[in-house]
């Protein structure tokens, strides 16, 4: 059973950062991964996309301060997060596709596997 872990969430003021991991129980060399947020009262959206040679596609809204990576010998997917704003607050959601698949990149309905998230608050 694919298992994804996400974990560095917390609390932080407007501009500061957070670094965000998830650690996945299979290999993820083979499989397109990305990271999706869900904010109180509004539909999950995607944040950061990242293929499996490593190409990274981002939301408009995060572009410019949020950085998605993959170490594949680890099989675990980061979001690093800087310039922090109100509007990031949200549970953040890691996400796996099928083994194999097109880079769907933030399209929700292509990955077939999610973590249980983490909170990451912003303060004004």
């Known amino acids: 059973q694919v298992q994804l872990m996400e974990s560095g969430g917390g609390s932080v003021q407007t501009g500061g950062s957070l670094r965000l991991s998830c650690v996945a129980s299979i290999y993820i060399r083979d499989r397109n991964m990305a990271w999706f947020r869900q904010a109180p009262g509004k539909e999950r959206e995607g944040v950061a996309a990242?293929?499996?040679?490593?190409?990274?596609l981002y939301a408009d809204s995060v572009k410019g301060r949020f950085t998605g990576s993959r170490d594949n010998a680890k099989n675990t997917v980061y979001l690093q997060m800087n310039s922090l704003k109100p509007e990031d607050t949200a549970m953040y959601y890691c996400?796996?596709?099928?083994?194999?698949?097109?880079?769907?990149?933030?399209?929700?309905?292509?990955?077939?596997?999610w973590g249980q998230g983490t909170q990451v608050t912003v303060s004004s």
């Open positions: 990242i293929s499996r040679p490593g190409t990274t």
């Open positions: 996400a796996a596709s099928s083994a194999g698949v097109v880079f769907p990149g933030l399209t929700e309905s292509k990955y077939n596997y």
